[in-house]
């Protein structure tokens, strides 16, 4: 994915009200941004580090702009826009990139499934078994290992009893972890954060769920995908 047209970099004031910004630009006004995430941020959103925003050129939205990369002080890149991982992964289904999601002759995203829940993505087609992926885009960074999640989820947790659901009835079960911090490259549950979730994803993956993760490369131009791999 390339950003079109190009980031603006700004120096991050402060995070607040979960869903704004304070960041100061070039100029040295201060600005208020849209934070498109509802995560703790942990480790990406430190007074003072990088952040790169996009401009929309909806007239109607109060707030324009939009915070997509934090450029931490430990010359780490994250994507802290949790909306564009859906996005990046079916852009790799599309391109071919990840061997385990090819041959598939239908990608849809937002399908109804389960019980009041839309998929992420779903796959169909070509003979195989229709596949359902949850994807989960990865930003927590501790020790050198990367978690999710980094707050209680009670949504990660109905997506998991989702997807084992989909298992039971014949389908193919995907949870995708979307890997949007260059100094992650393996990803755990975070037992110290959520343990309830932790113990959940042990028991998708008993039950058949495949747990498959994806890294991506990524600057202030684009976000490419580099590589994935299944879980043991």
């Not at 994507?79 to 990840?98: D, K, P, W």
């Not at 079960?173 to 309830?196: F, K, M, N, R």
Request: proline share 4%; aromatic share 8%.
């Amino acid at each position: 994915m390339q950003f079109d047209p190009p980031l603006q970099r700004a120096i991050l004031h402060r995070r607040y009200k979960r869903f704004l910004a304070d960041v100061e630009i070039k100029n040295g006004d201060i600005i208020t941004i849209h934070c498109p995430n509802t995560g703790a941020m942990t480790g990406c959103a430190e007074p003072g580090s990088e952040v790169w925003y996009s401009t929309s050129a909806n007239p109607k939205r109060k707030y324009p702009y939009t915070w997509e990369l934090t450029h931490s002080k430990d010359d780490h890149w994250i994507c802290v826009n949790t909306g564009q991982a859906n996005s990046l992964v079916a852009e790799a289904i599309h391109n071919g990139i990840i061997p385990h999601l090819a041959g598939y002759e239908k990608l849809q995203r937002e399908v109804k499934y389960a019980e009041n829940s839309r998929v992420d993505i779903k796959l169909s087609g070509a003979g195989k078994a229709d596949t359902y992926i949850e994807i989960k885009s990865v930003t927590l960074l501790s020790n050198n290992q990367g978690y999710f999640p980094d707050a209680v989820s009670a949504r990660g947790k109905k997506h998991l009893h989702a997807l084992m659901q989909m298992k039971a009835e014949g389908h193919r079960a995907i949870l995708a972890y979307a890997i949007l911090h260059s100094g992650i490259h393996s990803v755990l549950p975070a037992v110290h954060i959520d343990p309830e979730y932790a113990d959940l994803v042990e028991q998708a993956k008993k039950a058949g769920v495949e747990v498959l993760e994806i890294v991506f490369q990524l600057n202030n131009e684009k976000i490419t995908c580099v590589s994935s791999y299944l879980q043991n």
